[in-house]
């Protein structure tokens, strides 16, 4: 038996609003990201967030940020230092940033989200720090090096950057990240610019595919594939996540060569491959990466998250032609996983490396 449940939202201070009823939903616990009222109001439902994130799970609108203490550790922070955060998301990591370098510190951070980060923003501002001790800008992290220079000439002592997404751009499915729930086709970390990954498939043929494929994903079915989403995209053009996720599935099961494989593994590949094409991730990156060096004071710092073998080579290669160019002073031997303990705690900390 099916149960609908609704609950009446709290009324306002003056009493005069009439009390409103949040969205009903099927069964007994809400399943769709815009049903999931407590969590999108972590303020009011402290207890139920708790659980969720005691399950292991992040809390829908929410990011948990990954290896704090391990980043703290690395970065080593100071009062009155100039910090800045690349990648600003849910705020995370520059709460702890933010917090390290008072008094008399400054944080400087950039995110090209333009929906999530006037909400992250507020946060930072609501922690009662120095209004001129935080400056927020919306830009993509490619362009840090002009920020830095502009907000601090002499560099900054420590910098961070959170590569790939953030849970509010992956749980949310009208942003077309993910293909757990249906959505648009989207993937557009700044939804106003650029072309949606259903306009990107429209204007590549199958060498150029398989080419993003093979390259963003290191998907071994490249060409299959890459006719496959084509093929069908000509027959009735791919706006939906699931729609997607459909035909890769139903190609996965006709091609695959790897028993142990499983079929949501090649969806994540190819939607990580269109993600990274449509944003120009690896451009972004290789921008940052040269200009990193004008970004930091003598003896700065910077840690760096990567989340896949694409991103990590990248940073691996800068680094170690900076130490071998004098560059660079020092860099870590190896590479930095998170703890087994937050990987139970928080299965999306499972990829990362820093």
């Known amino acids: ?9 709290a009324q306002s201070d003056s009493g005069s609003e009439k009390p409103r009823r949040r969205p009903r939903y099927q069964g007994t616990h809400p399943r769709q990201f815009g049903e999931k009222y407590k969590e999108h109001q972590p303020e009011r439902y402290a207890d139920d967030v708790a659980k969720v994130v005691a399950s292991g799970k992040t809390p829908a609108g929410t990011h948990r940020p990954i290896m704090i203490a391990e980043i703290l550790a690395v970065l080593a922070p100071q009062p009155g230092e100039i910090a800045v955060d690349c990648t600003l998301g849910y705020g995370g990591h520059a709460r702890e940033l933010f ?3 008072q008094p008399q510190g400054r944080l400087l951070a950039i995110d090209a989200d333009p929906l ?8 930072l501002r609501g922690l009662g720090y120095p209004a001129e001790s935080l400056v927020v800008r919306r830009m993509n992290y490619a362009g840090v090096a002009q920020f830095i220079a502009t ?6 002592d420590v910098l961070l950057a959170d590569l790939g997404l953030s849970s509010m751009q992956i749980d949310d499915p009208s942003r077309g990240f993910t293909f757990k729930s249906d959505g648009p086709l989207d993937m557009r970390m700044n939804p106003a610019r650029g072309l949606s990954a259903s306009q990107l498939l429209s204007k590549l043929d199958e060498t150029e595919l398989a080419g993003l494929l093979e390259k963003n994903a290191d998907e071994p079915q490249a060409i299959e594939f890459a006719d496959a989403i084509l093929n069908a995209h000509a027959r009735q053009p791919l706006t939906t996540t699931q729609g ?3 035909v890769v599935r139903t190609a996965f099961a006709r091609t695959r060569h790897i028993s142990t494989e499983t079929a949501d593994g090649a969806v994540r590949r190819v939607f990580q491959a269109l993600r990274i094409a449509v944003n120009d991730e690896f451009g972004a990156l290789d921008m940052f990466l040269r200009n990193l060096p004008f970004c930091l004071k003598p003896g700065g710092r910077v840690a760096i998250l990567t989340f896949h073998s694409g ?3 990248r940073v691996k290669i800068a680094f170690k032609n ?8 020092a860099i870590s031997e190896e590479v930095t996983r998170a703890s087994m303990e937050e990987q139970r705690s928080n299965p ?3 990829p990362t490396k820093v």
């Open 151 to 156: 907000e601090s000439p002499d560099g900054a």
């Open 322 to 329: 900076g130490l071998r160019d004098g560059v660079f002073t």
């Open 116 to 123: 999530e980060l006037p909400k992250t923003e507020a946060r």
């Open 99 to 101: 917090a390290a370098v």
């Open 244 to 246: 997607l996720a459909e």
């Open 348 to 350: 999306r900390s499972v």
């Open 1 to 9: 038996m099916k149960v609908v449940m609704s609950e009446l939202e």
């Open 311 to 313: 991103e990590d080579r």
